[in-house]
């Protein structure tokens, strides 16, 4: 088994590696998390096992065991095994990797090509993997902590198996960190005492990630006092270590836009608690209120719209607020605009009204405009026969005409049914007066109406 550039030679300075290294784990035995797909007959333990390993990618969070999957599998497997960054790698190299796979190939050799963060590569640089993933001259691993629909060529992962990896869970985290303390690699030959609980402590710190986890105790330890071989923690010493809740929340990534749906989603199911949290979440990560409150106002108009008209103002207010006072005193102006649209009365009637519209616009984009409704500013306007049979409305006793104002292709159409919900059983009625009054004045009885009867669907 031949690796390239991925294990390196023990030597003194190792003892001076990140804890989180040093407890890298060897072997499927040592690795924490991901019982879903590493458990007892799972699949990919069985890929591994079994050394029928494919090409996959890794798709997780940071910390929770991507990297060292992949140094399992090149333990276990009898295939080259080749380590390469999309960070400080570029295309030439990578065609000098895959002329050098497919040498190896031709020599019944296979090929393992791992891939750290795959996400960063280009279009073109994903290309450049596909004849040869395709031909088999190389497995590829890729690794990336990106939804893979979004960053990885759709031909490319298309050939490619995807295994979600889970952010480590509470007990699992305190299992790792545990193990670090007992084990030779770690602290296992050193006294450590630490206040009961400190280590739950330092696991819900870290949010999932194994790597903020052993990061963390590595620092809470230096950072202690040490007398006679005993190291003894204080919590002074852990608070000082863990300043502000770390969260993964990589605002363009897919944590970011993962919570931020779970807000607009709480708003749009009348759970202002739920609401609430993600908010804080969001603010207390660092999210731009300003674009906070832009997508209050969009829920607003989307999900509430005129079942309570309200809920717009509210929302624009609140973006106002927001704009003219900053955090973290525009906070409360927040929530009180996410509490208000998530109690509202809710109708995407609107909302699905314009949209059915913007379909019918894209199609009849060239349609003539009624003349009636022309403006007609000039002389040759005029002789055009632009504004020819207008009727203004307010001439009218009930402010309405039977003047068409759709294209011929879409008289009759409506786009807009509206809800009984909140205030819109008023627009309701409103709406179901005049397509009525349009159906008693459309001239000729025996010809089929203009306006069918209300809210139809065409």
Not at 97 to 105: F, T, Y
Not at 110 to 126: G, P, S
Not at 331 to 336: I, K, P, S, T
């Amino acid at each position: 088994m031949e690796q390239i550039g991925l294990f390196e030679e023990e030597s003194a300075e190792s003892i001076y590696e990140p804890l989180a290294s040093r407890m890298r784990p060897r072997d499927l035995s040592e690795f924490c998390g991901q019982r879903h797909l590493l458990g007892e007959g799972k699949l990919l333990r069985r890929l591994i096992e079994n050394d029928h390993v494919s090409s996959m990618i890794f798709w997780g969070p940071p910390g929770v065991g991507k990297t060292t999957l992949a140094r399992i599998i090149a333990e276990k497997t009898n295939a080259r095994f080749i380590n390469f960054s999309a960070v400080t790698s570029g295309v030439a190299e990578l065609r000098k990797v895959m002329a050098q796979a497919e040498e190896a190939r031709k020599s019944g050799l296979r090929t393992i090509l791992f891939v750290d963060e795959i996400h960063r590569f280009n279009k073109a640089q994903q290309d450049a993997f596909l004849p040869y993933v395709e031909k088999g001259s190389v497995i590829l691993i890729g690794a990336t902590t990106e939804n893979p629909s979004f960053e990885v060529n759709s031909a490319l992962l298309s050939r490619c198996r995807v295994f979600v990896l889970h952010p480590l869970a509470q007990e699992e985290l305190e299992a790792l960190l545990e193990h670090a303390l007992h084990d030779p690699r770690g602290y296992g030959d050193i006294r450590v005492e630490m206040p009961e609980g400190m280590i739950a402590k330092i696991a819900d710190f870290s949010a999932g990630d194994g790597r903020t986890a052993l990061n963390t105790l590595e620092t809470v330890l230096m950072n202690s006092e040490s007398e006679e071989g005993v190291i003894r923690v204080s919590e002074n010493a852990l608070r000082d270590c863990i300043t502000r809740k770390s969260m993964m929340y990589d605002k363009g990534g897919e944590e970011h836009n993962q919570v931020i749906s779970a807000f607009h989603e709480s708003m749009r199911n009348s759970d202002p608690d739920a609401a609430l949290f993600w908010l804080a979440r969001m603010l207390d990560a660092g999210e731009d209120p300003i674009w906070l409150a832009r997508r209050i106002t969009h829920a607003a108009a989307e999900d509430v719209g005129l079942a309570d008209p309200n809920a717009l103002n509210v929302a624009v207010n609140c973006f106002e607020a927001v704009r003219l006072i900053g955090m973290p005193e525009c906070a409360v102006h927040l929530a009180e605009a996410a509490v208000y649209v998530s109690l509202a009365p809710k109708s995407n009637s609107v909302y699905m009204a314009y949209e059915a519209a913007r379909r019918d616009a894209a199609v009849h984009d060239t349609d003539p405009i009624p003349d009636a409704v022309k403006a007609a500013y000039t002389k040759l306007q005029k002789e055009l026969g632009y504004g020819k049979n207008y009727q203004y409305p307010h001439d009218a006793p009930q402010k309405i005409t039977n003047m068409q104002c759709m294209p011929d292709a879409l008289v009759g159409k409506h786009y807009y049914h509206p809800t009984e919900e909140g205030k819109e059983i008023s627009c309701k009625r409103r709406y179901e007066w005049i397509l009525n009054w349009h159906r008693e004045h459309d001239g000729d009885p025996e010809r089929p109406s203009k306006f069918p009867m209300p809210f139809q669907k065409q």
